[in-house]
């Protein structure tokens, strides 16, 4: 069984950077296929694609998001971390991480962890 | 940017009618499409990939279809669980979704 849950902080200061930690079980991001994604969800808003991260380390970002963004892994930890610098507002989302595996859909999501933007 | 756009934004349904749910790209994407269906403060659920295939566990009253520009999702008679947000997602360039389709009880 897949499972994926997502940690960090609940609150941070505009200019600030996120650091979001996904730590999963029931696979390997080591085994060929296998990526761990970023989405993130606006209270009441649809569904934003952030960033990628597959077994042999390539890396993809959102093409507008991409100069705040870093995603790495830690496949001995089992563990994903996506960074986002500069935060603003309306970065004030709830943080998706997923498995995907041969394309790139989502399958399955972690809980989700809300993060607010504030001072 | 693939732009997803989906219709109707509320569809209102009385249980145990047929659902029909629309989703456009702005250019193809081939058969690189997927479903999540969304309920109330949790994770969307992955439904379908590749445009038709119904993942693990989704029942057969969920099904897919399309190609290229045009793709849809039906269901085939709305049980009080399926009462959701449903949101389509192209794959076929960097993940894009679209605004979602909410599925309102009549």
């Known amino acids: 069984q897949i499972t994926l849950k997502e940690s960090g902080p609940t609150l941070v200061k505009p200019t600030q950077t996120l650091t979001l930690t996904c730590t999963f079980s029931g696979f390997s991001l080591s085994t060929s296929g296998v990526g761990v994604g970023w989405i993130r969800q606006p209270p009441g808003k649809a569904l934003e694609w952030l960033a990628l991260i597959y077994w042999d380390d390539d890396k993809r970002y959102s093409p507008s998001l991409k100069s705040r963004l870093t995603i790495t892994k830690d496949t001995s930890k089992n563990q994903v971390v996506l960074t986002m610098t500069n935060m603003d507002p309306v970065d004030t989302a709830t943080y998706y991480c997923?498995?995907?595996?041969?394309?790139?859909?989502?399958?399955?999501w972690g809980q989700g962890t809300l993060v607010t933007v504030s001072s | 940017e693939i732009v997803m756009t989906q219709s109707p934004a509320t569809l209102s349904v009385s249980p145990g009618e047929r659902a029909t749910l629309s989703c456009r790209a702005s250019q193809s994407v081939s058969s690189n499409l997927a479903w999540y269906q969304q309920k109330p403060g949790q994770a969307p659920r992955l439904l379908i990939y590749?445009?038709?295939t119904r993942a693990t566990g989704i029942p057969a009253r969920f099904s897919g279809s399309g190609s290229g520009t045009e793709f849809t999702l039906t269901i085939s008679s709305l049980q009080s669980e399926d009462f959701a947000v449903y949101y389509c997602q192209q794959y076929n360039n960097w993940p894009t979704f679209g605004q979602g389709t909410k599925v309102e009880i009549k």
């Open positions: 590749g445009a038709s």
């Open positions: 997923a498995h995907s595996t041969v394309g790139d859909w989502f399958d399955p």
